[in-house]
């Protein structure tokens, strides 16, 4: 389904129903979200607030399509002006979504085992911008694919340099750095293409302060850019320096 949205507008979410099937508990459902509708424009933060459990990460979720909605709409404008109903949208269409529009800062970094911290930054660009495919060339020279990644490679060391990721740790996986480390290569990894959709759950949940102020930095350069935020942040301080607005789960 497709319609125009109101110019500005980025994301346009309607009266979104969204219930759990507990399977072990015999079909039991478990409602979650019930009616939810907000609005987020192009420069815009808004920050969903409210008690645990209330479904501000399972609302992140159906954003991103790790979640089917059960009822309701979820616009996306598109770069082309479009609106998108991602409710409605093929496995396709998410795939093509989620390389270039939107991206997804999760609380807790989720990465390929034994790739490096550098690579894991690096690929979310790659799959942004992959290696043009030249007509008639030879199917086994890799070396406009290695330029894609040297390219992909430069953004991501400039991003963990700035995040005070020790050099140290980019060539390994992140799996055994510690809880600050691994949030930073995911957000790193959530900053490292310009998206449409910036969607952040806790993403300053296990920083320092100075790596607290620097991931406040990225949010408003991303608004500045153009980018709609939805975020959760528990830490007042970051969401005053963010938000425009809060949405509250109640
Ligand atoms: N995959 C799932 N299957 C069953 N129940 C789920 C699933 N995901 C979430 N829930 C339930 O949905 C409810 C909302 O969870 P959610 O993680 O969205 O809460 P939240 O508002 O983000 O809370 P917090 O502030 O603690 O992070 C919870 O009761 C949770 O147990
Ligand atoms: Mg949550």
Same mark, same amino acid.
């Given at each position: =389904?497709?319609?125009?949205?109101?110019?500005?507008?980025?994301?346009?979410?309607?009266?979104?129903?969204?219930?759990?099937?507990?399977?072990?508990?015999?079909?039991? *459902?478990?409602?979650?979200?019930?009616? /939810?509708?907000? *609005?987020?424009?192009?420069? #815009?933060?808004?920050?969903?607030?409210?008690?645990?459990?209330?479904?501000?990460?399972?609302? =992140?979720?159906?954003?991103?399509?790790?979640?089917?909605?059960?009822?309701? !709409?979820?616009?996306?404008?598109?770069?082309?002006?479009?609106?998108?109903?991602? !409710?409605?949208?093929?496995?396709?269409?998410?795939?093509? =979504?989620?390389?270039?529009?939107?991206?997804? /800062?999760?609380?807790?970094?989720?990465?390929?085992?034994?790739?490096?911290?550098?690579?894991?930054?690096?690929?979310?660009?790659?799959?942004?911008?992959?290696? #043009?495919?030249?007509?008639?060339?030879?199917?086994?020279?890799?070396?406009?694919?290695?330029?894609?990644?040297?390219?992909?490679?430069? !953004?991501?060391?400039?991003?963990?340099?700035?995040?005070?990721?020790?050099?140290?740790?980019?060539? @390994?996986?992140?799996?055994?750095?510690?809880?600050?480390?691994?949030?930073?290569?995911?957000?790193?990894?959530?900053?490292?293409?310009?998206?449409?959709? @910036? @969607?952040?759950?806790?993403?300053?949940?296990?920083?320092?302060?100075?790596?607290?102020?620097?991931?406040?930095?990225?949010?408003?350069?991303?608004?500045? !850019?153009?980018?709609?935020?939805?975020?959760?942040?528990?830490?007042?301080? /970051?969401?005053?320096?963010?938000?425009?607005?809060?949405?509250?789960?109640?």
């Amino acid at each position: =389904m497709k319609r125009d949205l109101d110019l500005d507008l980025v994301l346009d979410v309607r009266d979104v129903h969204k219930h759990f099937t507990l399977h072990l508990r015999g079909g039991l *459902q478990l409602p979650v979200l019930r009616g /939810v509708s907000l *609005q987020v424009a192009g420069g #815009e933060c808004v920050a969903l607030v409210g008690p645990s459990g209330r479904g501000k990460s399972t609302l =992140m979720k159906c954003l991103y399509g790790s979640y089917a909605v059960n009822a309701g !709409a979820l616009w996306l404008r598109r770069g082309d002006g479009e609106g998108l109903d991602l !409710a409605s949208a093929s496995p396709q269409t998410w795939v093509a =979504m989620r390389r270039r529009e939107i991206a997804y /800062v999760s609380q807790f970094l989720r990465a390929l085992p034994r790739q490096a911290a550098l690579d894991v930054v690096a690929e979310r660009r790659l799959q942004a911008h992959p290696a #043009e495919v030249i007509e008639g060339a030879d199917p086994l020279d890799d070396g406009p694919y290695l330029a894609a990644l040297d390219t992909a490679r430069d !953004a991501a060391r400039l991003l963990l340099a700035r995040l005070n990721l020790p050099e140290s740790l980019w060539g @390994l996986p992140p799996a055994t750095f510690s809880g600050g480390e691994q949030q930073r290569v995911n957000i790193a990894r959530g900053f490292v293409e310009p998206a449409r959709l @910036l @969607l952040l759950d806790e993403p300053t949940a296990s920083l320092d302060a100075g790596n607290r102020r620097i991931v406040i930095d990225l949010i408003r350069e991303a608004k500045a !850019a153009g980018a709609a935020v939805v975020g959760i942040f528990h830490d007042e301080e /970051v969401r005053d320096a963010v938000a425009d607005r809060c949405v509250h789960f109640d």
